[in-house]
């Protein structure tokens, strides 16, 4: 997962007031939050924090304008957080939101309902708020996990329910940010430092994906392996062999199958965590190698790969190189004109472009 609860984040839950909700006649713009449950950040005045809404399986990207009361002795108490001034909802030329205002937005089509908010930190030293209505599909999972929420409630790691409660919500929040998390992969491939699902840049986000892409691809050379070590005993093919077994060697495909008849084919291991229909990233060194190999060139595309892994193989990918490398050398010639010249490129193929050929879908 890419975001994750924070391992010493307390998890606060609570009944949200007409005065929280703003709805009281008392000018209060802020919501208070329990003292022991914002205590992994670096405590001080005045934090604005990046945060995530979530309410009914929608998440918002937000700002938390967080602050704290400072006690005699220097330290700080009663953390909450505040609706905001205008000026303070700005990041460089955006206007964002405050946790508070959509919150109190979204109560005011419901104002006779009764509200929680359950807040965490995640591991990347942000927040995330659920929001959720009595007797909604939200609280009555989080009932069966904590019991009775009409109380505050503080859950942390030496709480028996905290190790449920941190699935349940890694989950959620997995879930909400599935498509985000879709344009992270496809950016780890292609060296993309911006994404268009959140509003509020999150570099550590990229890091961190490009580290478990990287996982994600050996994860899934490991299952193709085991896959061909299968049909070799099946007498299906008469040998492989992985390139990249002991180190990465940068070659233009990862395995070499020796068929029954002696023929010679290579096969590229394209994995995905997630759905089948996510592109797939092809390198111009990639496209030119299949170019020349056409027949012999294998995509074995493996997705859902952390769940219920699965296959597709694509036996005539050269029909996107017969696209490509036309245009590719056009655009090359173009630019020598001018004395440039384009030494890579990364291409995003669609899996259902309309010329591409993969077999039926294998469980693994």
């Not at 005699?72 to 001034?85: L, T």
């Not at 939101?97 to 109560?107: N, P, T």
């Not at 070499?256 to 002696?262: Q, R």
Request: aromatic content about 10%; charged content about 25%.
């Amino acid at each position: 997962m890419i975001n994750q609860v924070h391992n010493d984040s307390v998890i606060g839950i609570k009944k949200l007031t007409s005065s929280d909700l703003g709805f009281a006649d008392n000018g209060v713009t802020h919501i208070g939050l329990f003292e022991n449950t914002l205590s992994f950040l670096n405590i001080g005045d005045h934090l604005t924090i990046s945060s995530q809404l979530i309410y009914q399986n929608q998440v918002f990207d937000l700002l938390s304008l967080l602050d704290y009361i400072e006690k005699p002795d220097g330290s700080f108490r009663s953390p909450k957080i505040r609706k905001g001034y205008e000026h303070e909802l700005l990041v460089g030329d955006l206007r964002i939101d405050s946790v508070v205002r959509k919150l109190r937005d979204i109560v005011a089509a419901s104002p006779n309902e009764t509200w929680y908010l359950l807040w965490l930190g995640l591991d990347t030293n942000e927040l995330v708020f659920l929001l959720f209505k009595n007797a909604s599909v939200d609280f009555n999972e989080i009932s069966n996990i904590v019991g009775n929420i009409d109380a505050r409630k503080q859950i942390g790691n030496t709480s028996n329910q905290f190790a449920r409660l941190v699935t349940h919500l890694n989950n959620k929040i997995e879930s909400v940010n599935i498509e985000y998390y879709e344009e992270l992969e496809i950016a780890s491939q292609t060296g993309e430092e911006r994404v268009t699902k959140r509003i509020i840049p999150r570099a550590i986000d990229i890091e961190k994906a490009n580290a478990l892409f990287r996982s994600i691809g050996f994860k899934g050379e490991e299952l193709l392996f085991n896959y061909f070590e299968l049909q070799k005993f099946n007498k299906e093919i008469t040998d492989f062999k992985w390139m990249n077994q002991s180190k990465e060697t940068g070659m233009p495909y990862d395995f070499e199958i020796t068929n029954l008849d002696n023929s010679i084919v290579f096969s590229d291991t394209k994995s995905t965590s997630y759905k089948f229909e996510l592109p797939m990233i092809l390198s111009s060194g990639e496209l030119k190698f299949i170019n020349d190999h056409k027949d012999q060139y294998l995509i074995h595309r493996l997705y859902s790969i952390n769940e219920n892994p699965k296959l597709r193989v694509c036996d005539n990918i050269y029909t996107v190189s017969d696209i490509f490398l036309p245009n590719f050398e056009t655009l090359n010639q173009s630019l020598k004109n001018e004395r440039l010249l384009v030494n890579g490129i990364k291409l995003a193929v669609p899996t259902d472009l309309q010329v591409l050929n993969f077999n039926n879908e294998i469980i693994l």
